[in-house]
């Protein structure tokens, strides 16, 4: 996998943009 989505999965801590890069899902 390039890319992963973020799930619809509240306790997911952090999603990937389409870069690949970790991000946070704080916001």
Do not use: Q
């Amino acid at each position: 996998m390039f890319y992963y989505l973020t799930p619809i999965n509240p306790e997911t801590r952090y999603r990937y943009d389409a870069l690949g890069r970790r991000v946070s899902k704080a916001t």
